[in-house]
């Protein structure tokens, strides 16, 4: 059975940071590219930042220069650092597996960021 767990969401203060993780199980995890994605109330999910299995990264201009996405092939997580956050940065964020070569994407279930004062 696939799990992807998401942790670390919060809430902080605007300029603040945070740090979520996500543990993944049930997939041979080096064989798939990770994404943070996250869904502000009411708007569509969007991507926030990918890496491959070989640790090219792709962000979104908005997160740029603030956020960094790493991973541990060792011990299947796929993290997103957070600074410098926004007001705008609030969002459920999501983590997504989606497979090298043919296969099935997976989602997590999702966590919560607030960013207020």
């Known amino acids: 059975q696939v799990q992807l767990v998401e942790s670390g969401g919060g809430l902080v203060q605007p300029g603040g940071s945070l740090r979520l993780s996500c543990a993944a199980s049930g997939i041979i995890f080096s064989g798939y590219n990770m994404g943070w994605f996250r869904q502000p109330l009411g708007k569509q999910r969007e991507l926030v930042a990918q890496i491959t299995g070989t640790g090219t990264t792709n962000y979104a201009n908005s997160v740029k220069g603030r956020f960094t996405i790493s991973r541990d092939n060792a011990k299947n997580t796929v993290s997103l650092q957070m600074n410098s956050l926004k007001p705008e940065d609030t969002a459920v964020y999501y983590c997504?597996?989606?497979?090298?070569?043919?296969?099935?994407?997976?989602w997590g279930q999702g966590t919560q960021v607030t960013v207020s004062s």
């Open positions: 997504k597996a989606d497979p090298r070569n043919l296969g099935r994407v997976y």
